[in-house]
């Protein structure tokens, strides 16, 4: 895969979660123009909407792995494509 189909790949959970808890400290710091604090809180409601879908799936994947034994229940599970 080239550097920029990498790179437009979604991040990971936990450079996201990383990534959010920057933004919080750098808000919270009450350092920042208006401008600056807009664009970070924007930036941020991404990354908390990204987690919390990648915490779905990963839910849901765990749903369907501990599904009792009974073999009929069995379904296979193909991850959404992020």
Not at 4 to 27: H, I, M, R, W, Y
Not at 30 to 37: F, K, T, Y
Not at 54 to 59: F, K, N, T, W
Request: glycine share 4%; net charge negative; aromatic share 4%.
């Amino acid at each position: 895969m080239s550097k920029q189909a990498s790179s437009k790949k979604a991040p990971d959970f936990e450079a996201s979660l990383q990534e959010l808890e920057g933004l919080v400290e750098a808000l919270e710091s009450g350092e920042l123009s208006l401008a600056e604090s807009l664009e970070r809180f924007k930036r941020g409601v991404e990354l908390s909407k990204h987690c919390h879908q990648m915490l779905d799936q990963a839910r849901q994947s765990v749903e369907v792995l501990t599904r009792p034994e009974d073999e009929e229940s069995a379904e296979a599970f193909d991850p959404p494509e992020a």
